[in-house]
């Protein structure tokens, strides 16, 4: 067992076999789903330029809201382990070719990551996204699980990563429910990638939909 701030995980002992249940009593930061509360939680995110600055939730019928990033993190921690988000158990791939199945616990990380993952599909142009996506995203989780942080291709990366984020700004309204994170709405005040008029099946916008005929030509091309 290795515990630290942002998580916990579990190797070997009956976790060898890939087929073992891992045990009720082996967990130690989240409660077990079944047991979870029977009401959801609600909260909101706020990021800017790809990180979380605010948290705003409900405690006892009071509003509040914490922005150090310790106490941000840390209730995010908090809310996520109440009610049993962020277990997973995979077998992964060793820097050195073996095969090895791990259990872990990621409460509030799990529930940042994905706020921030949503955000993103709102706010970050589509080709940019891509791009990270395709080639910063794998290369950087793969050096930083092979143990190569300070390596000069994570710094390459890590700016890379910085870069993709200047427009990630907006907030993400959030619930943790027996188990499970969802996104309840998302919304910026200052990124306009995304238009309702533009994008609406509903109203007639300054899109004009004959227009895709032309795009849909040269796209054709290639099938002769």
Request: hydrophobic fraction near 35%.
């Amino acid at each position: 067992m290795d515990e630290n701030l942002a998580h916990c995980s579990f190797e070997a002992g009956v976790l060898e076999n890939p087929d073992t249940t891992p045990p009720d009593d082996m967990f130690k930061l989240t409660v077990d789903p079944r047991k979870a509360p029977d009401t959801p939680e609600d909260f909101s995110i706020i990021f800017e330029k790809g990180i979380p600055v605010r948290l705003t939730y409900t405690e006892k019928f009071t509003i509040k809201s914490v922005s150090d990033p310790l106490e941000l993190f840390l209730t995010a921690n908090a809310i996520a382990r109440r009610h049993g988000v962020g277990r997973i158990d995979i077998v992964e791939n060793r820097f050195i070719g073996l095969k090895s199945r791990g259990v872990y616990e990621t409460p509030g990380l799990t529930v940042l990551r994905s706020a921030h993952v949503d955000i993103e599909g709102l706010v970050v142009d589509r080709e940019v996204r891509a791009l990270r996506d395709q080639f910063v995203t794998f290369n950087y989780s793969k050096a930083l699980y092979n143990g190569l942080y300070f390596s000069p291709e994570v710094s390459y990366l890590t700016a890379c990563i910085k870069a993709s984020q200047d427009n990630v700004n907006g907030t993400v309204r959030c619930r943790c429910y027996k188990g499970s994170f969802s996104v309840l709405g998302r919304s910026s005040s200052t990124e306009k990638l995304y238009d309702m008029s533009e994008s609406s099946m509903d109203e007639i916008g300054s899109f004009e939909p004959s227009e895709t005929s032309g795009f849909i030509g040269v796209q054709a091309i290639r099938y002769g």
